[in-house]
């Protein structure tokens, strides 16, 4: 059988090359900050300014903890591995370790790093490429339970907020899986489908693989993709929306995006109550019952005392839990949903 | 520049083979009959049972016509075409003729024939192949005029209302064009983008480039797919309905079509209003004034009675024209479209 989902063996070595400043690190930064437990070191090439905080590692030193995965978690200039990384990545392939990147620029278009890999078996894993074998979506409705971010555009915080929820959910033990949607956050869980790279007549089916059958009492807190109010990846938004079939979703949003992002202006976004009613319309069409639980708000601009004012004004208007994921935390959206999903 | 369009070169030559019934040549039926101008003739095996009315044209017959592309006309069981249709299409491919296709096998994928193409200069084209370098939608509104069709489903008649309303226009001298989104359309059209092939993120974007700029009398009569409703495949539903922006709406139903196919009787079509409001919500978040023009259904199923009755019914429940676009025609929809755009 094909697989229909990305996986990466972890522990993982996070590989950073020389990278210039943190920005260009984010990736890697991500898979540390949220899977520590995963992360078995870094290897830096000399100079290299970003430090995350892993064991520094060799070759051997990484084989000597049991590395599985090589991950690239940097975002190169222009999208490709510069040259002068490609002969310690060589290496590292020969000796058998996975590598993993999701670069525009695909390890699989690498001669002579996929001459090494084959020679060792190694895996190397393009996450922005999807898995073959992705069916039509059915609409069959799973059992278990299903959260999934939607946003008023894109980088707004999806990730973020979906992750935050769910370690939200572990922290009260709640059973829950994090599903990943999009390269950044394949690498962070581990597995995932690149939902915005798949054919557009798999986008549900694609969706559907992501949060099979489960447990009743167990929830899929899963990544959103773009914005129904996008005119560039709508399609994908409401995709993911109908294939994931959820029982609630949360709203994340940017409080300082007036407008959706890349399209000149012409695009306001509208009023929070508007966007969560035309969301549910959608949702609805596949779950009756399904509801906001909440809205993730972005405030990193704002001081503390125009934040509070912001989020309480909003959550007495739209009469649901609004929070900041980073500056107040996603406790009161988890009251919510575990309180008034049935 | 890379073409983001597919595109055929009239006049026609329609292959039929040996197909066995004219439900299995529905596409060469579908050109001959919207296209008679661009279909020099027909060729078909010994014992071929269908017959499309054409001339019968030898290889010399359609060379002496001008013939420049023969379409293999024909959905053959399995989606493959028989091992003893293939010598004659190597002679047309070496002889110089484009062959088009629109099967799962694609022509590119049959040695001999690309051996011969490549020889002759021909083209294959599949028409379920997309064509590369469509790029990422951007929202910017483009001039001209556009009505799109939406379903409450699949297959429930949005090319042939696409068609017979474009019919319609052109007889009434208003400058306007077909825009094919499926490869039948596309047959027909010679020319379109097959908008379920193309990657998730370019849904908008091959959108896009099917319709556009175009003078501020000119109407774009756009091919719709999939249906808001349908699970599997909403998310290019809504893409090509925001790269479309259209100025207006045609919802295409079929009477007998109580649930969404395909999906095991979990999805009932909501009323038709309902349909209706959540299209138009969904297609003002990028163009405000968008409306609706009217229904198109299929009610082949019902005697001129009840027909008459149900199409009546409708039309008062909703205040817009609603027709059968083979029994009634597209005239009332084209009065109401052409009266309330602006």
Chains 1, 2 share one sequence.
Request: net charge negative.
């Amino acid at each position: 059988m094909q697989l229909t989902k990305i996986s990466l063996a972890a522990p993982y070595l996070l590989y950073l090359g020389d990278v210039p400043d943190l920005h260009h690190a984010k990736t890697g930064a991500g898979i540390a900050h949220w899977r520590p437990e995963h992360c078995a070191g870094q290897m830096r090439l000399p100079n290299c300014p970003v430090d995350l905080g892993l064991p520094e590692m060799t070759l051997q030193d990484a084989a000597a903890a049991g590395v599985k995965t090589v991950i690239v978690g940097v975002a190169p200039m222009g999208g490709a591995i510069p040259d002068h990384w490609i002969p310690q990545l060589i290496r590292l392939a020969a000796a058998g370790f996975d590598i993993a990147a999701g670069m525009h620029m695909k390890l699989a278009d690498m001669p002579d790093l996929v001459a090494a890999a084959s020679k060792s078996g190694a895996k190397l894993i393009d996450v922005r490429v999807p898995p073959k074998g992705i069916p039509v979506g059915t609409g069959r409705l799973r059992s278990g339970k299903r959260v999934l971010m939607v946003g008023t555009d894109c980088a707004v915080g999806k990730k973020y907020s979906a992750l935050a929820l769910h370690r939200e959910l572990e922290r009260r033990d709640i059973k829950s899986t994090f599903r990943a949607t999009g390269q950044t956050g394949i690498m962070i869980a581990g597995e995932g489908i690149p939902i915005d790279a798949v054919v557009a007549d798999f986008i549900s089916g694609a969706a559907e693989q992501l949060s099979p059958d489960n447990d009743d009492d167990h929830w899929d807190v899963i990544e959103g993709q773009g914005s129904l109010l996008n005119p560039s990846y709508s399609g994908v938004s409401l995709g993911l929306l109908h294939g994931s079939q959820p029982n609630a979703i949360v709203l994340c949003h940017d409080a300082m995006r007036m407008e959706i992002d890349g399209c000149g202006g012409d695009y306001p976004i509208p009023e929070l109550d508007e966007v969560i009613d035309d969301a549910l319309r959608m949702a609805r069409l596949i779950r009756k019952q399904c509801f906001c639980a909440g809205v993730s708000v972005n405030t990193s601009q704002m001081d503390d005392f125009h934040r509070d004012a912001y989020l309480s004004r909003l959550q007495s208007e739209l009469g649901i839990p609004c929070v900041d994921p980073v500056a107040t935390g996603m406790t009161p959206i988890a009251n919510f949903l575990l309180k008034f999903a049935p």
